[in-house]
């Protein structure tokens, strides 16, 4: 069965693959898109790049440093400021030997590691990157609905598309 044109009569239709939607709404839906792709391949980085194993991990070498430290004989008050993450002042490293020294540099790079990790797993495990991915994946969604494309036929007299089923 032929279709004929809606505007002219004709018979002489050719099928062809156009937006549903106008072309704001192509607009709309591509802008849509963009951050649900971005968040999307962020949020598997993160997933795949942080592994709670990993935090674990950084925690546990941050602690035996530490334990390296208290073994080393530098004291307790020291070894507090190591962990929190606050740089001993210059009389106190002056009273270290050079192997203390060293030691507390060791431990300052492994607190520093693990509160990385720790902060990367709070990020991509918190409630806020959850609402993130989850209202990327609804734009993503919506994008997709908008930019979608339909089969029309298209009127070569005229120019007039006619949805085709
Ligand atoms: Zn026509």
Do not use: W
Not at 131 to 154: D, E, H, I, M, N
Request: glycine share 6%; charged share 15%.
């Amino acid at each position: 069965m032929s279709h004929a044109c809606p505007s002219c009569d004709s018979t002489s239709l050719v099928p062809r693959r156009a937006y549903r939607h106008g072309s704001l709404s192509v607009f709309v839906g591509r802008l849509l898109l963009v951050p649900s792709i971005l968040v999307l391949v962020l949020g598997s980085m993160g997933v795949v790049g942080f592994r709670p194993a990993a935090t674990r991990e950084a925690v546990e070498r941050a602690r035996a440093a530490t334990d390296e430290l208290a073994s080393a004989g530098v004291s307790d008050g020291l070894v507090a400021e190591v962990v929190a993450s606050r740089a001993p002042s210059d009389s106190q490293l002056a009273a270290l030997s050079d192997e203390q020294r060293q030691s507390i540099r060791r431990a300052q790079m492994a607190v520093a590691e693990s509160g990385a990790h720790a902060t990367m797993s709070r990020v991509t495990s918190s409630d806020a990157f959850r609402v993130l991915v989850v209202l990327a994946l609804a734009s993503g969604v919506l994008g997709v609905f908008l930019v979608r494309k339909t089969s029309v036929l298209q009127c070569t007299n005229c120019g007039t598309s006619a949805p085709s089923a």
